[in-house]
């Protein structure tokens, strides 16, 4: 069985220019997850959904940032524009579904902001 | 809101010793899940070993195992027969039973010596 996949595994941008990371998760499993780990902490969720719905984006920077999940399957990230601060490792996750399935991790992006 | 602790930030061991991580979160709630994830230089979070609150026996897989303290709050982890391959930044995170999101503790990084 295929692993949650994440594309680019690296970049640098300059800040206040724009990124987009991609994901896709293991087939068939309903909930995705993007968490961003900055470097020394454990990572914090960003946002969750169910199929096509946002379950949770309380932590999502909506001023620059912005996540979709077409037709239920891969996803996308967005940072727009991006800061120094936002220079960190961007995990994706997935789970068969909201009845407390274990998480998935993919490789995950390491971001740099210059 | 439900806090993660982990007071080690690293630990060390000799090949084929005993280690043991420790944790302690805080929460209210009485029904919850409590996870141990191993981290990698490759980054890939994997999961090590799960417990479901409500369960009072302490999970094991092979070389790992955990000591569920519920009415302290502890969950530690047990690492026997250390192998090279063991070394990683390892996290403790907890889920809410009704809720996905998993809160993650700062980690301890664990480095095994030959």
């Known amino acids: 069985e295929a692993g949650v996949a994440q594309s680019p595994r690296y970049k640098i941008i300059e800040k206040r220019q724009s990124v987009a990371f991609w994901c896709n998760p293991i087939?068939?499993?309903?909930?995705l997850y993007w968490y961003q780990q900055i470097l020394g902490q454990g990572p914090k969720l960003l946002i969750q959904?169910?199929?096509?719905?946002?379950?949770?984006d309380s932590q999502l920077p909506k001023d620059r940032f912005s996540a979709e999940r077409l037709k239920g399957v891969d996803s996308t990230l967005k940072i727009q524009p991006a800061k120094l601060e936002d220079s960190a490792v961007y995990l994706c996750?997935?789970?068969?579904?909201?009845?407390?399935?274990?998480?998935?991790f993919g490789p995950g992006t390491r971001l740099l902001v210059l | 809101a439900q806090t993660v602790t982990q007071s080690q930030p690293e630990m060390s061991v000799q090949e084929a010793e005993t280690v043991t991580l420790s944790c302690t979160y805080d929460t209210s709630e009485s029904d919850y899940y409590l996870f141990w994830y191993k981290q990698p230089p490759s980054r890939q979070m994997i999961l090590v070993i799960r417990q479901e609150a409500y369960k009072q026996q302490n999970a094991t897989e092979n070389r790992f195992s955990v000591n569920f303290q519920k009415a302290a709050k502890s969950f530690s982890l047990k690492i026997s027969d250390s192998q090279l391959g063991d070394a990683a930044m390892y996290f403790c995170?907890?889920?809410?039973?009704?809720?996905?999101?998993?809160?993650f503790g700062t980690g301890t990084r664990l480095t095994i010596i030959p």
């Open positions: 087939s068939g499993h309903a909930t």
């Open positions: 995170a907890y889920r809410s039973k009704g809720n996905e999101k998993l809160t």
């Open positions: 996750a997935s789970s068969l579904g909201p009845w407390g399935e274990t998480q998935y």
């Open positions: 959904f169910q199929n096509n719905g946002v379950v949770d």
